[in-house]
Each structure stands twice: as C-alpha cells, then as structure tokens.
C-alpha cells in the first residue's frame, strides 16, 4: 500500500524528470504539430536512458522488476505533467500483453527491442463506440485481417501492432503484425487532451504475415494485461487530480474579491476538503489495485474496476470543480486548467467508463 | 516481547478463552444482550455473567491498563493477540462501557493517584456506568459556549445548568462533565472537567425521544449539586486539554466499534436480492439501486483501504497526518449512504418502524436508517470536519486573516 525507499527514491527522480523535461508547454507545443507526432521523441529518449521501459518486467526477461506500486508513482508523476509518451501505451500495456499471451520464445525474441527503446508498439483492442474488450469483429480467415481498430494508444508511432481479434476457432487470439504492412493503414488523430491516438484500418493482412501469439496462458493474460493497464491509467489519473486540486486551492489561496482571500470563504472551503476526501478514497483504492498487483492476487478484476470507476468519478469531479472555482481565467487557455478537464474526459473512455466498471464489479460480485 | 514469548502468550490465551468463554458468549452479539455494568447491571443469562466475571477477573475488560488499577497489564502487542484470538472465536465483548472507551484513556493521562485508583477500577470491574456531559443545547459544534457553571464553595464546587446528548444517561451512575469555573477569554480557557455523581442531590435526567422511536440520548440537569473539589481533573480551568484527549479516543472508538455493533439480519447483498430479484443474466432487476450499490461497495472498500493505507504508512514512518482527518466524514456519509440504498431497496417492507406484519429484522433496518443520521452530527458534524480539512489538511486560509 505504500512506497519503499527505493520505490520513493525512484518517484523523486521522475518527478524531478518530468518537470524539468515535461512541462505543460511542451505538451501544447506538441499539440499544434501534426498528429502524426503524439510525442516527443527526445523526451522519450531520456525516459529509456532512465531505464523506464524495464521498470515493470520480471528479472529473467532483463528487466528491472521495481514492483507496481514503483510503476504507479511514475504514473502518477506522468498524470501530473499531462504527459504525453509511450510509457502507458507500449511499456505497461503492450509490453506486458506481449508477457502475459506470448510463449517464452516469442517474448525473448520481441522484449528486447521495446526494453532499449530502439521500437515501441501498441494493442489495437478497441472498435466500437465503448471500451467493450470481449468483442470484436475481427477474425483469422482466408482473405487475411479486415476491420478497423480505434482508440490505438500512440498508435501512429509505433513499430508493432499488438491486435486482438479471433482465431479460427472462435477464441480470443493476440496478432503480432508490423505497422509498416502494406495492408495497415494508419490515421493519425489527436484527442482534444494533445495526446495522440490512431484509427488501425486492416485490409487483408494475410495469415503468413501474422505473429499470433501462443502462450498457454493467452485469454487469461489478455485479461491481466487490460486489468493492468487499467489500474496504471488509474493511477496517472489520480496524479493528474492531485495536481489540478493543488493548482486550485494555490489559486484560491492568491485570488482576492471583496477584500478577501477567496479561500477563506466557507462554502469553497468546504468544495475543497469534499474534493480532496474523493482524492484520498480513490487513491487508498488505487494504491490496493497497485499492491494487488505485486501479490498477483485473486480478484485484481474487481480490484482494478474499483480504481478506474473511483478515478474516473474523483478526475471528473475535481476537473469540473477547479474550472468552476478558477472563475472566468478557468475557461481559458491562459491556464493548463482547461486541459485538466478535457484529459478527464478523455480518460474515462479509455479503458472502460464507470457505468462498465459498476457492471463488471457488480457481475464480479454476484449481482 | 519476543515472537516465541509472544507465540507462547497466542496459546495460553487460546486454552484461556476456550476454557472461560462458554460457547453461547461465541454467538453474534445482540444489543439486548450487551453488558453495560453499573450499579443496577442486569445479566441478560448466566453465561453472559460467568464471561464477564471471567474477564473482569483477569483484567480482560480493559486489557492494556495497568493491573493495579484492575486491567489485564498487558503490552500493546499482547492486547492485539487477544483481541485476534478473540475476534477469531467470535467472543463478545465482555463489557460495554463509556468509562472504558473514553473517561478511562483521559483519566489514564490527566488524573490524579487516587482519582485513577477510584474511578479506573470501578469502570473495568463493572460497577460503575458512566454517560458523557459534554453538549448543551446552546453548545454543539460551538462546544466552548458551554454555560454549565461550577462555582467555587471552598470546599466543593456548586453546579448549575444542563447538558444534552448524555448517552444513557438515565441508565448511568456516574457523568463527566465540562463545566464553565470562569469567564476568562478565550472561551476554551475557563473550562474545567468535573466528574459527578448522578446519585447526588440536584441532578435529574429525561430521555429525549428519537426520529428512530427510540430515545438512547438523554438531557441531564444540574440544579444546585454540590460536587467534592477531588473529582476536578487536571487543572482548574485547564479541562478544554482533558476533552481533547478525551475526544481522541471517542472518535477512535467510533472506527473501532463497528464488530461491537449488533448485525444486521440481512447483508445489503442479500437483502438486495431476496427483495428486488434478479433478471435473466443474474443481475439485481433494478440497474438503478445495482449501479448505485457497484459504487457503494467500492467506495465502502476503499475506505477499508484508505485504513489500511494509514496503517502501514504509521508502520514506516511515512505517516501524512492528513489522512486521518478524512476518517470521520467519509465512514459516517458511506454508512447513511448504505442505508439509504437499505431502504431502497425495502420498497414497501421500508416504510415502518413498528408495524408487526414486517419481521422484526427488516424493521430494525429502518429505525437504524432513522437512527444513523445522527452519525454525520455527533462527535464532530461533517461540517466541522470539512472546516478541519480544509484549514488543516489543505492549509486554506481562516477568514480572520482578512488579506
């Protein structure tokens, strides 16, 4: 539940990192390029030389194996800066979708590059107009993969594709393809938060260029690999409200109407502290979903729906509070406030809302 | 203590406990079946009075206090196995007692050799009851407006006025009170804390009926009671200090309290699904009351987390002394927030308190529904603890400081 000296070691150094090298601006600078670039290559760069890419993978695959929790506060650190980068994308979800579904020789022959940073890759899961991970449309057939893919994280920079879709025998598979196949068309898209998503057409990937990935435990660890990313997000998210309330009780504390701090009145003292008990409920629950992790317990599902749907309602709440009480300067793009908000939104469809968290921890609970 | 003293102390409590506490004492506590001591205590069975004796005897009743004033002597870490070893067996508490939660910690620190001697071993034998005089009906969330006045007579103080939401009192031997000894300002400056016979002249008591139809709080009158000038403790004047303590252990005590609590005769769970039903796929038929319980549970979970997280944070050194200022207002808004899903999901079976045709179990649910919005308002309103939070936690301004 809460950081060793090592771990806290490491989450000063992020958090040093990313201030220095990830202030906001640069994200807004980013943002008015071309979608085509969702981050910052140099930036990215120096995450590698951090060794960030091997923070979350066990020892005998060369990693650093840090624990969860470590993985959570450099999140956490990202979700302060709005980060932009493939820490989410590729080395928490695409990385360990790769450990979970692939056989020993698969990860042996593909980890490597990710870990130096020399490629990165992505999982193209989503299609519809909610995250729905059990279903898709796309299957092994004759005339190769055909569908389209939305929502792919970064998807327009990465070098492998990690594609769900269903094998001939009607189960869930993961294909390994390349970006750069003939048959895959990208689109580059930005969300309204400056991160950078990608629309994955597949027009006929024929069976011979696909890597499917056969490891015994492959519709379970797809699982794993989703709860994991989900609680990750999660746990960016909870950065990024702790920062947008910090920000505002600070502005609160300057702004002066009626001769007074507007702090000192009651009733935004009061939105403050209500604010900031969501903050800590949802963190505790995170921080669980975290430690869940590290145990490898039974039931991260339930626990990981209980981080997101906590995050999603907390980010939500704070985001929309802090416009409001920045007044007439919350609406505008003088302050990073507004991006805050719109990252929120953002957030809450990837990787499931809160009304699919409720339903899945409801089913999870026999109800 | 080492691991094998304490391995060893594990087992001679388990053969203790087997050995003194008769299996009926091993059941789920009911409230009639509470023991409150006193001087007009009543055993709801002879089992209940042989646990009981049993633990007083061996100083159970109040483990971690001194033997010499009558309780078990035991470490902090010896407390903790008996109390894993007997949440294990299911053991009821022996004795249920606002000495013991609250006056007894106080007294612990702030009194004196002979008022510990008195009052410690009365409280953990049983044979004193003692009920909290602390609000008054000008005085609540402002507690320091308190106008019950103690005047010094030289060889005892003169009391007059009244306190409110004295819990049980009419059923107490004992009452310890903040009184006002002087005017002096700040208000907090000129209180004192006063322990008081209810069996002395002048002090009368009335229950106050409840929205739940029950009436566990009581307002109790001073008119002219003469109180010995040894039952004032601490300072004179200085009792604001003693009330804090005090009040430390009430809001712990609050945490704590909830395996001492009657159950409920259904789990929302349970009772979400023999009262509402589920449709073909299993789930609750009503999405509504099923997505609003999801995030209940979760958030009731979270709290579980949120202790667990200041546990081990107090472990290693890491303490945020914000967190344990969320405790108080997010517990008690989740609990009401349950019974209001409760009573939902009661439908029809919800809207009587006292209506014979609903089992007594469901009724109980609805007077604990009435009952429970008490608890956002005593030991400290949310609104005062949003106040705490606020300048405490977040550091926000006080309106004082005027720019």
Same mark, same amino acid.
């Given at each position: ?28 600078k ?6 085509? =670039? ?55 979800f695409a ?50 993969l ?37 048959? =895959? ?9 400056l ?59 300057e ?44 039931? =991260? ?44 939104? =953002? ?8 009304t ?9 609970n026999?109800? | ?70 309780g ?63 609000s ?18 030289g ?33 907090q ?29 009581c ?51 349970e ?51 914000r ?39 469901l ?37 004082e400081?005027?720019?």
């Amino acid at each position: 539940m809460i950081l060793n000296e090592e771990q806290l070691m490491l989450k000063e150094t992020v958090a040093q990192f990313f201030a220095e090298r990830a202030p906001i601006d640069h994200l807004r600078k980013l943002g008015e390029g071309s979608p085509a =670039v969702p981050y910052d290559q140099t930036l990215w760069s120096e995450m590698v030389a951090l060794g960030l890419t091997g923070i979350a993978v066990p020892e005998e695959f060369e990693g650093l194996n840090f624990g969860w929790m470590a993985v959570g506060a450099i999140a956490q650190e990202a979700g302060r800066r709005l980060v932009a980068s493939p820490f989410l994308s590729s080395v928490v979800f695409a990385q360990n979708v790769l450990i979970n579904c692939g056989s020993r020789s698969q990860i042996e022959a593909h980890l490597p590059s990710l870990l130096s940073g020399e490629k990165t890759a992505s999982v193209a899961l989503d299609e519809g107009r909610f995250f729905s991970p059990e279903t898709t449309s796309i299957g092994e057939s004759n005339s190769g993969l055909r569908g389209v893919k939305t929502r792919v994280l970064n998807g327009q920079a990465s070098d492998i594709l990690f594609c769900v879709a269903k094998r001939a025998s009607g189960r869930l598979g993961v294909a390994l393809i390349s970006s750069s196949h003939v048959n =895959v068309n990208i689109q580059a898209k930005r969300s309204m938060d400056l991160h950078g998503h990608a629309r994955v057409i597949l027009d006929g990937v024929s069976d011979a260029d696909v890597e499917w990935l056969d490891g015994d435990t492959l519709e379970v660890g797809l699982t794993k690999s989703i709860d994991q990313t989900t609680i990750l997000l999660a746990a960016e998210m909870m950065g990024s409200a702790r920062e947008v309330l910090e920000r505002t009780v600070d502005y609160l504390g300057e702004r002066e109407q009626f001769d007074v701090k507007l702090g000192t009145f009651q009733a935004l003292q009061h939105r403050c502290a209500q604010m900031y008990c969501e903050l800590e409920l949802a963190e505790s629950a995170v921080s669980a979903a975290l430690t869940g992790l590290d145990h490898n317990a039974a039931g =991260v599902s339930a626990l990981a729906s209980s981080a997101k749907a906590l995050a999603n309602d907390c980010f939500t709440l704070i985001s929309s509070e802090a416009v409001q009480l920045h007044g007439g300067m919350g609406v505008t793009e003088e302050m990073d406030i507004g991006l805050f908000l719109k990252r929120s939104r =953002v957030c809450n469809q990837l990787f499931g809302s809160s009304t699919y968290h409720r339903d899945r921890f409801a089913r999870a609970n026999g109800f | 203590m080492s691991n094998e003293e304490l391995d060893q102390f594990r087992a001679e409590t388990t053969a203790w406990l087997t050995a003194n506490c008769p299996p009926s004492q091993r059941q789920p506590i009911v409230r009639e079946e509470q023991i409150w001591g006193g001087r007009r205590r009543v055993f709801p069975s002879k089992d209940a009075q042989k646990w009981f004796e049993a633990c007083r005897d061996k100083g159970y009743t109040a483990p971690e206090w001194p033997s010499e004033y009558g309780g078990g002597g035991l470490s902090p870490a010896q407390a903790k196995v008996l109390q894993q070893e007997m949440t294990k067996m299911g053991c009821r508490p022996p004795l249920y007692c606002q000495g013991l939660w609250m006056l007894g910690p106080a007294l612990l620190v702030y009194g004196n050799e002979p008022q510990k001697r008195e009052h410690l071993t009365a409280i953990c034998r049983g044979e004193i009851r003692w009920a909290q005089g602390y609000s008054e009906p000008s005085a609540g969330s402002d507690l320091a407006n308190l106008k019950t006045k103690a005047e010094d007579r030289g060889d005892h103080f003169l009391v007059n006025g009244t306190k409110i939401w004295t819990t049980k009192a009419d059923e107490a031997d004992w009452i310890f009170c903040l009184v006002r000894t002087s005017d002096s300002t700040p208000k907090q400056a000129g209180i004192s804390f006063l322990l008081i016979d209810m069996a002395t002249e002048g002090v009368s008591t009335s229950p106050i009926p409840l929205i739940s139809g029950e009436s566990e709080f009581c307002q109790t009158f001073f008119d002219n009671v003469k109180v010995p000038k040894s039952n004032l403790v601490g300072e004179l004047n200085g009792g604001w200090a003693v009330a804090k303590e005090l009040l430390k252990h009430e809001r712990k005590m609050m945490a704590a309290f909830d395996g001492m609590l009657e159950k409920p005769a259904m789990e929302l769970l349970e009772l979400a699904h023999y009262a509402v039903g589920v449709d073909d796929s299993g789930a609750l038929a009503d999405g509504e009351l099923r997505a609003d319980m999801a995030r209940h549970l979760m958030r009731e979970k979270a709290m579980g987390q949120l202790g667990e997280r200041i546990y081990w944070q107090g472990k290693a050194k890491q303490a945020d002394h914000r967190l344990p200022l969320l405790m108080k207002h997010l517990g008690t808004s989740e609990a009401q927030t349950k019974d209001e899903l409760i009573l939902r999901a009661l439908g029809d079976e919800g809207v009587s308190m006292d209506d014979p045709s609903i089992s007594e179990g469901l009724r109980k649910m609805v007077k604990q529904w009435a009952f429970n919005k008490a608890l956002t308002i005593a030991g400290g309103t949310s609104e005062v603890q949003l106040n705490i939070i606020a300048k405490r936690a977040l550091g926000m301004p006080s309106a004082e400081a005027k720019s």
